[in-house]
């Protein structure tokens, strides 16, 4: 009983970072594998739970007025087809302490240019979700696809980075096409981890009630706080993902 109201618990936590930024899976992986799965395991239990997190959160944006569907369904199938490779590159573990290393800076740069950008105004916040722009992002989706397949952790922070940079819209808005991708591309990583047996359901769909309840709750607030309460979550988070790629020894267990 216990370890099922922590789940819920840290699910829920999880599910409010997830959907206004990313990188809740940073708490459940290790939480799961605290719990004694294997990380293979653990890695494909987590995506019962982002998988139904995610209908909740698009189902709480549409409540409140977001649609994203069109823009979204193209994304979605361009991160799907890249999240069957990464899915299958998830049975081969390797460790890159450079590769994190680099991340890491990248992801303090981000956190600078969040800080320091101009402030963005109705003239220069023309959606960009056609023409050349629409396919730099198909493409883009497609290595997000592969990168969420293989980790998860932290794909939603790339996913609004990329929609807000190279499609310059609004970080609320990111969000609610974020949930949808996600769905598209956890269905196929979903599948493959459950071929190959690396699932624990139990734990899974527990988790997956803290994060539904967590998505819920979050997607409908932000719309209310609108991008300025997400620019700064993404700003923390961001922070926190980059030290703990320069230094995972302080997060482990």
């Known amino acids: 009983m216990t370890n099922t109201l922590l789940l819920i618990l840290i699910g829920f936590i999880a599910g409010i970072i997830n959907t206004i930024a990313g990188?809740?899976?940073l708490l459940t992986l290790p939480m799961l594998i605290f719990m004694g799965l294997p990380?293979?395991?653990a890695n494909g239990t987590n995506r019962i739970a982002i998988l139904i997190q995610n209908f909740f959160s698009s189902a709480g944006f549409k409540s409140k007025g977001?649609?994203?569907?069109n823009f979204s369904i193209w994304l979605g199938i361009?991160?799907?087809?890249?999240?069957?490779?990464?899915?299958y590159l998830g049975s081969i573990y390797f460790k890159d302490e450079v590769f994190n290393k680099i991340l890491g800076i990248v992801m303090l740069l981000v956190v600078v240019f969040m800080l320091f950008k101009p402030k963005v105004t109705l003239e220069n916040l023309s959606e960009r979700t056609s023409g050349k722009y629409f396919w730099y992002q198909v493409i883009a989706f497609f290595f997000i696809g592969i990168y969420g397949g293989f980790i998860q952790a932290g794909t939603?922070?790339?996913?609004?980075l990329t929609l807000n940079i190279l499609g310059k819209i609004p970080l609320v808005k990111t969000n609610a096409i974020k949930a949808i991708v996600v769905i598209f591309y956890t269905l196929?990583?979903?599948?493959?981890y459950a071929y190959h047996d690396k699932i624990d359901y139990t734990m899974g769909f527990t988790l997956a009630i803290g994060n539904a309840s967590g998505a819920w709750s979050a997607s409908r607030w932000s719309v209310k706080k609108g991008d300025g309460i997400v620019?700064?979550?993404?700003i923390v988070m961001v922070s926190f993902m980059a030290v703990k790629l320069w230094f995972p020894e302080l997060?482990?267990?």
């Open 23 to 25: 990188g809740g899976s």
């Open 39 to 41: 990380s293979s395991i």
């Open 66 to 69: 977001i649609t994203t569907f």
């Open 78 to 87: 361009s991160a799907l087809l890249g999240a069957i490779f990464g899915a």
């Open 156 to 160: 939603g922070i790339f996913i609004i």
């Open 188 to 192: 196929s990583a979903l599948a493959i």
């Open 231 to 234: 620019r700064w979550f993404l």
């Open 251 to 253: 997060f482990s267990f």
